[in-house]
């Protein structure tokens, strides 16, 4: 069975500190991965989508950034948090080819100060 | 371009009663239609996914049929029950594998 992990549960982090946020898909080889940000009370919005390695697309920047270093993980990143970045981070997978469904992670809270 | 309309923000039904929750959608394509719910500070979860073919899928009580003509994928359950009490994401996928559009939300409490 497939497992999607992410770091960290949650943070509190100073406006115009760095952000790294952590994804990793067990049990799939070659998924393909998303980054969404949920705002409180908001609905979901899809940042980026990686369908292989070294490859990432932006749907909506938000200041932030996205890599894909190996097939099971997916990082989001930034080197100034803004207080507008504080939210709901959920990474996503789906199977490679032919089908749609995604699968969410656990998420990551972010408060920015 | 793509899009999900969801209709009613909050929701609040007693115990036993009927559940709808309308989704609309506008696709350039032939999108799947999904329906994903969330539990408070949970991550949101699979709950519905359209077929390409007539069949109406079902998960948990809940159903929705994907209405080509009228660009529809409302959620429907005969019988509300506390559990239910949930934020319900519609979501649209436009075929391929890239891009996925979430409506607002409909926020559906139930009450005994």
């Known amino acids: 069975a497939q497992t999607i992990h992410q770091w960290p549960v949650a943070e509190i982090k100073a406006v115009g500190s760095p952000l790294s946020l952590g994804c990793t898909i067990k049990?799939?080889?070659?998924?393909?991965l998303y980054w969404y940000w949920q705002a409180t009370g908001g609905t979901l919005q899809q940042l980026f989508y990686?369908?292989?390695?070294?490859?990432v697309e932006s749907v909506v920047q938000l200041n932030l950034s996205a890599s894909r270093p190996k097939d099971d993980q997916f990082i989001l990143s930034t080197e100034k948090l803004l207080l507008s970045h504080s939210g709901f981070y959920l990474c996503?997978?789906?199977?490679?080819?032919?089908?749609?469904?995604?699968?969410f992670g656990p998420g990551t809270r972010l408060l920015v100060l | 371009g793509d899009s999900v309309t969801q209709t009613e923000g909050l929701v609040t039904l007693t115990e036993g009663l009927p559940v709808m929750l309308n989704c609309t959608y506008q696709s350039t394509y032939s999108p799947f239609l999904f329906w994903y719910v969330q539990h408070l500070n949970e991550a949101p979860k699979l709950l519905l996914k359209?077929?390409?073919?007539?069949k109406r899928p079902e998960h948990q009580g809940f159903h929705a049929t994907l209405h080509k003509s009228s660009s529809s994928f409302h959620l429907q359950k005969s019988s509300a029950q506390l559990s239910d009490s949930a934020l319900y994401y519609c979501?649209?996928?436009?075929?391929?594998?890239?891009?996925?559009?979430f409506g607002k939300g409909t926020s559906l409490t139930v009450i005994p």
């Open positions: 049990g799939k080889s070659s998924p393909n």
């Open positions: 359209s077929f390409t073919d007539n």
């Open positions: 990686s369908i292989t390695v070294g490859q």
């Open positions: 996503a997978w789906s199977p490679d080819w032919g089908q749609d469904t995604q699968y």
């Open positions: 979501a649209l996928s436009d075929g391929g594998y890239q891009n996925f559009y």
